[in-house]
């Protein structure tokens, strides 16, 4: 069974690499991506455990990238984390993290959230810090009774603690992944609340600037969305993902293991990552 879309704690997952890699392999998955959020850090901590198990580790990482005015996440997958070009860009995307991170404080404190950069940072491996942090840290101070509502309060696009980010230009979120030696992949299609048309143009353009992939299965995907995004996927020549979207064992109860297969008509990335379309 495979799983190309997981995170451990060098991002916002709860689990240390090695423990990933252990969990992974108790629900049968036998060729696994970490793919942290700007970030490659844990990749040599998950391929030393996947190495004693006997298991296929890929190097992977979430891009988080604007296409226009829309953030969008888009998985590489397979490419060398030691890559100088990728580096710079992890360096640069984590910087912009950290700039967001005071922002984020700084307006939770307005709204009477004391010490909130601290107290965020103060919980965990947090060389990447995102806005889950900052909803962990609002759970434990009794400010929300749990991360959804975290989100839903403060930390989503048009509540008072969202701050926007520069992150990269699609485009060069591709090249960088590409030329690091990975495949560029659009994750989870359906969570922008994107319209068809729109989401048939982001393909276009994905496509036009040298992405090779969409996540079809992610996570609890319909059966419906399952036919949608298939359907694109060949009619935009593109290859098809399938990952869970990984962050713990308490946060995605049972999806680790348990995905759906990718339809028939679906051309895998697997087959592509030690092929002709790298
Ligand atoms: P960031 O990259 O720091 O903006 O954080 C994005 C991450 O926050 C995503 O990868 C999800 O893990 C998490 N997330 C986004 N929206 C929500 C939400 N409404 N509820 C819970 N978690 C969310
Ligand atoms: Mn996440
Ligand atoms: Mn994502
Ligand atoms: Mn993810």
Redesign the pocket.
Known sequence: MIDLHT?SHF??GSLSPTALVDYAASKGITLLALTD??CVDGIAEANTQANKLGMRLLAGV?L?VLWGNT?L?IIGLGLDPTDKGLSSCLATQCQA?ET?AEGIAERLEAQGVKDALNKTKQMGIHK??????F?QMLVREGRCKD??S???RY??RGKPAYVR?NWVEMAEGISTIKQAGGIPIIAHPMRYGLTNTKLQCLLGDFKAQGGLGVEVISGFTSDQQIATISALCKSYDLMASIGS?F?GPETTPSVMGQLKSLPKQCRCVVEALDGEYK
Not at 128 to 133: D, G, M, Y
Request: charged content about 35%; cysteine-free.
């Open positions: 995170h991002s916002d959020h700007d979430e988080s953030p996440h993290r967001r990447v810090i995102t806005r889950p942090h909803a991360i959804k975290a989100f839903k930390l989503r980010v979207d962050h």
